[in-house]
């Protein structure tokens, strides 16, 4: 049978782990079907079945969509995060690495056959309307999404800019569904935004790490940092930021780290095993730097926070995150579909595994104070851990919209959340110490 020959995968595209993924590049590889002792009787009772379908099943059903349901169920009962992808869906994933593509704006997740918002993207349709983390998504106009799988139910989400998609949504606390009528939009995610909240103590919000992250972090603080360019203290937002590429989780981490390893993956393969080092080469040294955590700050996030509190580089403040610690590689097939797997596990450089435990915050502290500028109804934090099948460890919270023209509202609004409050008393406790210890008179030994 054909769905049994070899067969030679392309050259694979980028990287990028996202609470739902990621993508390995620059590699050419090459695979082949070796089966060994009972394999072969397992896929003579595999074809054996496809025959007996074929043949009694109540309506006709083509072969092809035979061998697509099975492909689909052997990767789904692996992990959350492995799955098939259509050569639709592998063109969208492409797309959203470059932060532009069509939708709702939400990262969404399957957790006991239900689907569930991770937390919707700021300023997008779904976060205007109020979608919540924590939502269960039980119906997509009239279909019930339980079952449905995670990328048919990201399939039928999204379509051409301008239509609508009406969804059913429960949320703890409601006895009720909650019914939104959401209107599709080209989403833009804006990564990176930068803020000086008070003279030389920078604010820099990271919503997902995309193509020019790092640099654009870069720009950002020379554009709307201190004139001076000194820079007394850092808060870096990381909070329900769920992934993205990378190479640019490296890149960030390697900003305010000079030397040292940032993160390590462990496969069974030798290629899958990777190191990846800072380098001193305008790296940020000489101010004092807090991050910002929540259960929504997911894989390339948790590599930036494990990175710098493995180092004693920054104080992570906030809630537990998310828990992703799994490398989804991107196979494409000659078919231009392609597998997404689950290959290796990243570890910080202490050698701890983030898989369904995420980072520690040195300060936790929730965001109570916040929600109440959210939507009514408490929200349910969801983690890797609470993922059925999700792999075992080896050993409240959006961000408010800061969108506006006026710079003193887009300060003021930020300065009115708490974990920030705390983060920038923190960084002003530094400078005074440094100071002390500059003015302190020097004594002779």
């Avoid at 689909?72 to 098939?84: E, N, T, V, W």
């Avoid at 592998?90 to 069509?102: A, V």
Wanted: proline letters at 4%.
């Amino acid at each position: 049978m054909t769905f049994f020959r070899r067969t030679r995968y392309a050259k694979l595209l980028c990287v990028i782990v996202l609470a739902g993924g990621l993508f390995v590049t620059g590699a050419l590889v090459s695979h082949g079907l070796a089966v060994g002792g009972d394999g072969y009787e397992s896929l003579e009772t595999f074809a054996n079945i496809l025959a007996i379908v074929r043949k009694n099943y109540v309506d006709e059903v083509k072969t092809q969509e035979l061998v697509d349901g099975a492909i689909k169920g052997m990767l789904g009962s692996l992990d959350p995060h492995s799955a098939y992808l259509t050569e639709e869906l592998y063109k969208d994933l492409q797309t959203e690495t470059q932060g532009r593509f069509g939708g709702l704006g939400i990262e969404v997740t399957v957790r006991d056959g239900i689907l569930t918002v991770v937390s919707p993207i700021e300023d997008t349709p779904a976060a205007r309307v109020g979608i919540q983390p924590g939502d269960q998504i039980f119906k997509i106009e009239d279909d019930l999404t339980k079952d449905m799988g995670l990328i048919e139910a990201v399939k039928r989400l999204r379509g051409p800019t301008g239509s609508s998609v009406n969804i059913s949504v429960k949320r703890k606390g409601s006895n009720k569904l909650l019914n939104f009528k959401i209107v599709r939009d080209v989403i833009k995610i804006r990564s990176v935004r930068s803020y000086e909240l008070k003279p030389g103590f920078v604010y820099v919000r990271l919503a997902q790490f995309q193509e020019n992250s790092a640099a654009d972090i870069r720009g950002a603080v020379a554009k709307g940092g201190p004139k001076d360019g000194k820079v007394k203290g850092f808060i870096l937002d990381l909070r329900n930021n769920p992934g993205g590429l990378l190479t640019q989780a490296v890149k960030v981490s390697d900003l305010f780290l000079d030397s040292g390893l940032i993160v390590y993956t462990d496969g069974r393969l030798d290629h899958q095993k990777q190191k990846f080092s800072a380098n001193k080469k305008g790296t940020w040294v000489d101010f004092p730097m807090v991050v910002l955590v929540n259960s929504g700050s997911a894989s390339a996030s948790e590599i930036v926070a494990g990175a710098l509190q493995d180092h004693k580089r920054a104080i992570v403040l906030g809630t537990q995150t998310f828990g992703k610690g799994s490398v989804q590689t991107i196979l494409p097939l000659n078919d231009r579909s392609a597998l997404r797997l689950t290959t290796a596990k990243y570890f910080t450089p202490n050698g701890r595994s983030i898989q369904a435990k995420g980072i520690e915050p040195d300060i936790v502290m929730e965001r109570t104070a916040v929600e109440a500028e959210k939507p009514a109804g408490p929200r349910e934090q969801v983690r890797e851990e609470n993922l059925p099948g999700h792999l075992e460890n080896p050993g409240g919270d959006t961000l408010p919209n800061v969108d506006s023209d006026a710079e003193e509202s887009v300060t003021q609004r930020i300065m009115r959340d708490p974990q920030v409050k705390r983060a920038l008393e923190l960084l002003k406790g530094w400078e005074v110490f440094k100071q002390l210890g500059e003015t302190e008179p020097k004594k002779a030994a």
